[in-house]
């Protein structure tokens, strides 16, 4: 049986080791946000409630529920520069007929997954089916909807169409193995690039 100390142990390494994980994924997130920046459409991050990640996740005790106390899975998402306004700190981006946005989803556990990966791709055909107060015809208030419903909207693994009574959206993404991205350089060349060359000649 283990004792206690080693189970101390093991508790102190475990939970090191993820805020190294999502400490690091941040400063991944800030590198491709960087390099889209110096791109010709000037990508923005998206913020629906500030400077931040989308994530599911959850206090409650009952068991379905303590499945999401430790996320397992973020999204950020960039906008055109202008296709989009940033005020009070906040992005404010309206659905257009042409507006395309790239997704970046960090999936750190799931089922079936060897390894985290990080995809990337972008959407578009976004549309609001019932438009009103809930979603204001703006896409920041798609994202926490997006994240609480990615089961059902990344059921395949790198093409995404998408629809349900309040939204609808086509995708195309691809994966990248999150260890396997180590430096700038790399970002740039595996994520970066095959990203935008996609995006760029998605409908």
Request: aromatic letters at 12%; glycine letters at 4%.
């Amino acid at each position: 049986m283990t004792d206690k100390n080693e189970l101390a142990r093991q508790t102190k390494l475990a939970f090191d080791f993820i805020q190294k994980l999502y400490l690091e994924t941040s400063y991944l997130i800030k590198e491709i946000e960087g390099l889209l920046l110096e791109e010709k459409e000037k990508f923005v991050i998206c913020r629906p409630s500030g400077y931040a990640v989308s994530a599911r996740s959850s206090t409650g005790l009952e068991s379905v529920f303590v499945n999401f106390w430790l996320i397992k899975k973020l999204a950020v998402a960039f906008i055109p520069e202008d296709a989009t306004k940033v005020e009070k700190g906040q992005t404010n981006t309206t659905l257009t007929k042409d507006l395309k946005i790239i997704y970046v989803r960090t999936v750190f556990d799931d089922k079936d997954l060897e390894q985290p990966v990080i995809k990337t791709g972008f959407l578009t055909n976004i549309e609001v089916k019932q438009p009103g107060e809930r979603w204001i015809g703006k896409f920041e208030k798609m994202m926490s909807h997006l994240t609480y419903n990615d089961q059902k909207i990344f059921i395949e693994p790198n093409m995404v169409d998408y629809e349900d009574v309040y939204i609808k959206l086509k995708g195309r993404f691809i994966d990248h193995d999150l260890y396997d991205l180590n430096d700038s350089k790399t970002v740039y060349e595996k994520v970066i690039v095959p990203t935008l060359k996609i995006y760029r000649a998605g409908k």
